[in-house]
């Protein structure tokens, strides 16, 4: 089975502060994806990786970076903390698929619920 | 721009009823359609994945339809339990893959299924 892990179910910190948040996969999967999930809004893409140091914007990338040195691990970046940061975010991983081939589905880790005071 | 919707927002139901949830997508052009389910404060477990040129998919007391002319997609739950009370997310793969794997997701129905 695949199994994705972030590195804390949950977290606190202050404005200001400098936040990693860590995701590891154990399935060799190409992709990697950074979602934030807020109550009515849904899952929402921030930032995504096809391969190792590649990286690609998602949908809400404002206010956050991405960094992904070996091809099992994928670090969101909070560069400054804000509270308008506070939520849930959601990892995922899949094999990479191109126009020609079948799609794979993506598979998600248990979550990270970030409080930013 | 993929906009996915998802009605109702929430259900409550009693034990044993079947039940559809059903998705909307503004673009038709997609690779696939997925469904998920979430347990609060957890992450995603994915349920049914449906290729763009399939009609349905089974798993158990899940079937998930797949229109996508009309830009739609049901999932039916059979002889609900309570076991099945979490919140179902509903999620395309745009057709044009700049996509890389990009994935659109509805805001969900939270479903509550009544002893």
């Known amino acids: 089975d695949v199994k994705v892990t972030q590195s804390s179910r949950y977290l606190v910190k202050r404005t200001g502060e400098k936040v990693f948040l860590e995701c590891v996969q154990d399935?060799?999967?190409?992709?990697m994806f950074w979602y934030r999930q807020d109550p009515g809004l849904g899952l929402r893409l921030i930032y995504f990786?096809?391969?190792?140091?590649?990286?690609e914007k998602g949908d809400i990338p404002e206010g956050y970076s991405v960094s992904r040195e070996k091809k099992e691990r994928f670090s969101l970046i909070l560069e400054s903390a804000s509270t308008n940061q506070t939520s849930m975010y959601l990892c995922?991983?899949?094999?990479?698929?191109?126009?020609?081939?079948?799609?794979?589905?993506?598979?998600f880790g248990p979550g990270t619920r970030l409080t930013v005071t | 721009k993929q906009e996915v919707t998802q009605i109702p927002a929430a259900l409550s139901v009693p034990e044993g009823e079947n039940l559809v949830l059903n998705c909307s997508f503004t673009?038709?052009?997609?690779?696939?359609l997925q469904w998920f389910r979430q347990d609060p404060g957890k992450g995603l477990t994915s349920l049914l994945l449906?290729?763009?040129?399939?009609r349905e998919q089974t798993s158990g007391r899940l079937n998930a339809s797949l229109d996508k002319s009309s830009g739609r997609s049901t999932l039916y739950i059979a002889a609900s339990q309570p076991g099945d009370s979490a919140t179902y997310l509903c999620?395309?793969?745009?057709?044009?893959?700049?996509?890389?794997?990009?994935?659109?997701f509805g805001a969900g129905t939270r479903l509550a299924v009544h002893p």
């Open positions: 673009d038709s052009a997609i690779y696939n």
């Open positions: 449906i290729q763009s040129s399939q």
């Open positions: 990786s096809y391969d190792v140091k590649m990286k």
């Open positions: 399935m060799d999967h190409e992709n």
């Open positions: 995922a991983s899949s094999l990479s698929a191109g126009a020609t081939t079948l799609s794979y589905e993506q598979y």
């Open positions: 999620a395309v793969r745009p057709g044009f893959s700049g996509g890389y794997n990009k994935l659109i």
